[in-house]
C-alpha cells in the first residue's frame, strides 16, 4: 500500500533536516503506529506525505500502490487514495461544512473519472455516516470546523475519511485534545473503517489511543529515523518505561 | 473664496459641455444644485475626499469611450416576479418597461413632477444631496442634481409585493448618462429596490432616499460588469423613527467606480445597513465612500465592505461614522477588508469614527490579506483543485458581506455572479 524509502526531509526555509532516512511499509488492512518524542518528526512525516508546502525531499521515496505521491499535488494525492487527519483541523469562515464535503467528494470522484454522486444519495450517505460520529445536522451546517469542541473537530475529520473513503489513512495525533469518551467515539469511527483494503499510520504520543485503535504494527521514531518496530506489545513499554528508556537501549 | 484656477478651469469645461434642462418647478432646484457646483468645483486629485481615487475621468467634459460588454448569459434578478424599469444609456425606455403601476406605490418620471404637481418629490430633489454637501463636499451630486436628464420619482405607500427591478443597458460606446431618482418611502411602507447593469460609459447616479417613521428599503445593486465604464453614485438615505434602510452593492468590473453613501439616522431606533462585495481583476478602481450621521437615539449602523482584488486591481474605503451630540445608545459598526490575490494589488482604507456623545458602542476594523494557505492546504488535501479551493475561500471571503442581503433568492443570484466572473478566471 506504502512504501516509503530511505526519506530525508529538511525544512524548506531553514538548513534543518528532521526526517534522516524513514523506512517504513504499510500494507493493505493493517494498522501501523508510529509513536515518538516530541520533535522526533512524526507530524512531518505526516504532513510530507500529503503534499504540505515548507518541506523539501533530499533523498529517498514514498509510494502509494507503486506510484510516486512525492510529485504530486495535494489533490492529486487525495485522488489517490491518501488522506490525512490533522491533528489542528483548519477553520474556514465562509464555507459550509456540506458544501465542503459535497465539493471534496465530486472532486475525487471527478479525477478519478467517475460519476458524481446525485445531490439526494450525497445526502442520504453524510446523514447516515454523521449519525454514527455523533454530528447532528447544524454541525453540517455551519462553517467548516468553525466555534466547534476540539471534540467535534476531530469526529469531522473522521466523518470527512468516511465520506472520501481513502486508501492509506494517516492518522496525526488524532487523540490530542480529547477525553476519553470522545476519544472513543473517534476511534470507533476509525475502527469502522477498517478494512481488509485499507492502510493506517497512526501518529501519536501516548499508547491511550492505541487501546482503542489496536494496531498491527508500532514504530518508533526518534531523531528522523524508525528506531525500533514491533508489535503492540512495544506500546506498552513506551507507557512502562518512556521513551528514554527505549532510546537508551537502541543507541 | 476663489477657487484655484486648474478647478476652476476644469469646473467651467465640465460645465460648458453641459445643459440645464428645462425643468418648471424643479428649476429652482437645479440652478441652487448649479450654484453649489461652481461655489465648490469639481473633485480634483488634491481634494483630501478624492486622495485615492483619481477623479480626472469622471470630471472631463466628454466620457471616454467604454467597449459594450456583450454577456451572453443570463439578466441578473430574472428568476423572481420584479416590476421592470428598463434605461438605455440614461433614457428611460418605456417599451422595455413593464407598466409602471403596482400597488403600494406610485412611480413617475422626474419630467412629469412638474406637471403632474408631485409635491412630495419637488420638496425631495436636491434636498438631501445639498444637505450631504455638510461638512464634506460632494460637487458631482450637485452636478447630478443640476443637469439630471432623466429618472424617476417613487412613493411608497404599503407594503409593495414584489421588488423593482431597474436595469441600466449600455448600449452607446460614448454614452454619457446623469440619473437622479428620489424615493419616499412613507410610514410603515416597505419596499426592495434592485438595480442592475453598467448604464453608460460613464454614468453619475444619484439617489435620494426619504424614509418616514416605520418605513423599510432593502436596495440591492449589481453594477454592470463592462470593462471600460466608469460610474460616480451617490445614495443620500435620511431614516425616522424606527426605520430600516439596508443596501448591499456588488461590483464586478468597471474601470472606476466610485459610490458614495450618505446616511443621515435622524430618527429614533432607526436602523441602517450599507455593504457592497467587489471583484477587480486588473485595470479596475472601485472606491466606497460612506459617512453615517447618527443624530437621534439608539440607532443601528452597519457597514460590511469587501473587496477581491488581482492583478493591480484597486480597492479603497473612505468610511466615517459620525455620532452627534445627544446620539446617545448609538450602535456603530464598520468592517472593511481586501483580499489581495496578488502583491501587485492594492486597498486603500481610511475608516473613521466622530464621536460627541458618551453612551455609544462603535467598532471599525480594516484588513488587507492573501488567502488563508492554511485553508488552501486543507481543502485541497481532500481533494479539492487549486483553482476550485481558491474560489471556495475567496467566495468565503465575500460571504459576510453578501449576507447582509436578506432575500436568499436575491443572494443566491448575486453568488451565481460570482461564481461566473470566478468560473471565467479559472
Redo the contacts between chains.
Keep these: 500500500m506504502l512504501e516509503i524509502k530511505n526519506l530525508h526531509v529538511k525544512l524548506e526555509d531553514e538548513e534543518k533536516q528532521i526526517l534522516k532516512g524513514v523506512d517504513l511499509k504499510v500494507e493493505a488492512g493493517k494498522v501501523h503506529a508510529i509513536m515518538g518524542p516530541n520533535g522526533s518528526g512524526k507530524s512531518t512525516l505526516s504532513y510530507v506525505l500529503?503534499?504540505?508546502?515548507g518541506y523539501e525531499v533530499t533523498e529517498g521515496s514514498a509510494e502509494l500502490e507503486g506510484e510516486d505521491i512525492l510529485e504530486m499535488?495535494?489533490?492529486e494525492?487525495?485522488?489517490a487514495g491518501m488522506?490525512?487527519a490533522?491533528q489542528y483541523?483548519?477553520?474556514?469562515?465562509?464555507?459550509g461544512n456540506m458544501?465542503?464535503l459535497r465539493?471534496?467528494?465530486n472532486?475525487?470522484h471527478k479525477?478519478r473519472g467517475e460519476e458524481e454522486l446525485s445531490a439526494s444519495d450525497f445526502l442520504k450517505e453524510v446523514r447516515a455516516k454523521a449519525k454514527t460520529l455523533k454530528i447532528d445536522a447544524e454541525m453540517l451546517k455551519r462553517?467548516?470546523n468553525v466555534g466547534f469542541s476540539g471534540g467535534e473537530k476531530k469526529r469531522n475529520e473522521i466523518l470527512?475519511m468516511a465520506m472520501?473513503e481513502p486508501k492509506l489513512c494517516i492518522l496525526d495525533e488524532t487523540d490530542s485534545g480529547l477525553d476519553v469518551d470522545a476519544m472513543k467515539l473517534v476511534a470507533e469511527g476509525v475502527n469502522a473503517l477498517r478494512d481488509e483494503g485499507r492502510g493506517f499510520l497512526v501518529i501519536t504520543h501516548y499508547q491511550r489511543l492505541l487501546d482503542h485503535i489496536k494496531p498491527d504494527v508500532v514504530h518508533i521514531l526518534a531523531g528522523g529515523r524508525i528506531v525500533k518496530t514491533g508489535g503492540p506489545e512495544l506500546a506498552l513499554e513506551v507507557e512502562n518505561n518512556g521513551y528514554a528508556g527505549i532510546l537508551a537501549e537502541e543507541a | 473664496m476663489a477657487l484655484p484656477e486648474v478647478k476652476q478651469s476644469a469646473t467651467e469645461a465640465r460645465l460648458s459641455a453641459l445643459t440645464l434642462p428645462e425643468s418648471g418647478c424643479l428649476k429652482a432646484a437645479r440652478q441652487a444644485a448649479l450654484s453649489r457646483v461652481q461655489t465648490m468645483g469639481l473633485p480634483s486629485r488634491r481634494d483630501e475626499y478624492w486622495k485615492y481615487t483619481k477623479p480626472d475621468t469622471l470630471v472631463q467634459a466628454d466620457a471616454p469611450k467604454a467597449a459594450v460588454f456583450h454577456a451572453d448569459e443570463v439578466p441578473m434578478f430574472n428568476a423572481f416576479e420584479r416590476l421592470n424599469i428598463v434605461f438605455v444609456d440614461g433614457v428611460f425606455d418605456a417599451e422595455a418597461s413593464d407598466d409602471l403601476e403596482l400597488e403600494g406605490l406610485t412611480i413617475d418620471r422626474i419630467e412629469d413632477i412638474c406637471c403632474k404637481d408631485i409635491h412630495w418629490a419637488k420638496d425631495l430633489y436636491g434636498v438631501l444631496e445639498a444637505r450631504g454637501q455638510t461638512p464634506v463636499e460632494r460637487p458631482l451630486a450637485a452636478l447630478n442634481t443640476a443637469f439630471a436628464s432623466d429618472g424617476v420619482a417613487i412613493r411608497v405607500t404599503g407594503k409593495v409585493s414584489k421588488p423593482l427591478n431597474f436595469t441600466y443597458v449600455h448600449s452607446d460606446e460614448n454614452s454619457d448618462a446623469i440619473l437622479h431618482h428620489v424615493i419616499r418611502v412613507e410610514s410603515g411602507a416597505e419596499v426592495t429596490v434592485l438595480e442592475n447593469g453598467p448604464a453608460a460609459s460613464r454614468f453619475n447616479k444619484c439617489m435620494e432616499i426619504d424614509i418616514a417613521d416605520g418605513g423599510t428599503m432593502h436596495l440591492v445593486r449589481a453594477q454592470g460588469r463592462d470593462h471600460e465604464r466608469r460610474a460616480a453614485t451617490h445614495l443620500f438615505a435620511r431614516l425616522g423613527t424606527e426605520s430600516v434602510f439596508k443596501s448591499f452593492t456588488l461590483t464586478v468590473n468597471g474601470v472606476l467606480t466610485r459610490n458614495e453613501a450618505v446616511i443621515e439616522l435622524t430618527g429614533d431606533d432607526a436602523v441602517a445597513h450599507i455593504a457592497g462585495a467587489c471583484v477587480g481583476d486588473g485595470d479596475f478602481h472601485h472606491d466606497d465612500t460612506v459617512f453615517i450621521t447618527h443624530d437621534a437615539v439608539n440607532c443601528e449602523s452597519r457597514q460590511v465592505f469587501k473587496k477581491v482584488l488581482r492583478n493591480g486591481a484597486t480597492g479603497v474605503f473612505q468610511g466615517k461614522i459620525l455620532v452627534k451630540e445627544g446620539a446617545q445608545k448609538t450602535d456603530g459598526y464598520q468592517i472593511s477588508q481586501s483580499l489581495l490575490l496578488d502583491d501587485d494589488s492594492q486597498f486603500l482604507a481610511k475608516p473613521e469614527l466622530e464621536i460627541y456623545a458618551d453612551d455609544v458602542a462603535c467598532s471599525h476594523g480594516s484588513t488587507s490579506g492573501a488567502i488563508?494557505?492554511?485553508?488552501l492546504?486543507?481543502?485541497?488535501?481532500?481533494?479539492?483543485?487549486?483553482a476550485?479551493?481558491t474560489d471556495?475561500?475567496t467566495?468565503?471571503?465575500?460571504?459576510?458581506a453578501v449576507d447582509e442581503i436578506e432575500d436568499a433568492e436575491i443572494a443566491a443570484d448575486i453568488v451565481s455572479r460570482l461564481e461566473g466572473w470566478l468560473a471565467r478566471r479559472r
Excluded at chain 1, 500529503?50 to 508546502?53: F, I, K, L, T
Excluded at chain 2, 467566495?395 to 459576510?400: G, I, N, P, T
Design positions: 500529503s503534499g504540505r508546502d499535488e495535494p489533490e494525492r487525495a485522488a488522506f490525512l490533522f483541523p483548519v477553520e474556514i469562515p465562509g464555507v458544501t465542503f465539493t471534496a467528494v472532486a475525487q479525477a462553517p467548516v470527512q472520501l | 488563508d494557505e492554511e485553508g492546504f486543507y481543502l485541497r488535501s481532500r481533494g479539492v483543485p487549486h476550485e479551493a471556495l475561500m467566495l468565503a471571503f465575500l460571504a459576510e
